[in-house]
């Protein structure tokens, strides 16, 4: 895990605070315990984290019982455009601390109750930042110009997601 500077740790309990008051007006919590989420440790991942833009990660006591050790946030999550996502991710990482460990049906129906609706869709494009962010190649489809951004050339051994067309290289620095 990565530590938190002053300002991040400041910024994590900030989040924590509006998610879990938040969280308290939602009818499937009114009921819910929600004191564990206000001690749970908040820390981060790596900067260069891609996919992964928060987790639970979870220590098996003697006993065999699972706890919560640590629950990580990508550090980019405290900078704009993206605060709002970064507490659509906490709750979601939450969902998991209350106890519903698989992303199921039931998982999914309480996720879709956080009520910014358009910061709850902004995964895509978080990772599509991030990966830019790193990138050095675009991988660019001649078809429809889409273009993926990725930290290796793809030498003619990748398809167009949506057309199937083999996609070129291009350094990033060209595409700017
Ligand atoms: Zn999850
Ligand atoms: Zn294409």
Same mark, same amino acid.
């Given at each position: 895990m990565v530590r938190p500077n002053q300002e991040q740790q400041l910024r994590l309990e900030e989040l924590r605070q509006g998610v879990v008051s938040l969280l308290g007006t939602l009818d499937s919590f009114?009921?819910?315990?929600? /004191?564990e989420l206000l001690t749970v440790p908040l820390g981060l991942l790596r900067k260069?984290?891609?996919?992964?833009?928060g987790v639970t990660r979870w220590l098996r006591l003697e006993d065999g019982t699972l706890e919560v050790e640590v629950v990580e946030l990508h550090?980019?999550?405290?900078e704009e455009p993206w605060c709002d996502y970064g507490a659509f991710v906490l709750f979601h990482e939450f969902l998991h601390v209350l /106890?519903?460990?698989?992303?199921?049906s039931v998982f999914r129906a309480l996720e879709s109750q956080w009520p910014n609706r358009s910061a709850a869709g902004m995964g895509k494009a978080f990772t599509q930042a991030m990966r830019l962010g790193r990138a050095r190649w675009l991988w660019y489809?001649?078809?429809?110009?889409e273009s993926y951004p990725r930290q290796r050339k793809s030498n003619g051994k990748f398809q167009c997601r949506t057309c199937r067309k083999l996609l070129q290289d291009r350094p990033v620095q060209d595409a700017q």
């Open positions: 009114v009921s819910t315990d929600t /004191g260069s984290a891609t996919q992964r833009h550090p980019r999550l405290f /106890g519903f460990r698989a992303h199921n489809c001649p078809s429809c110009k």
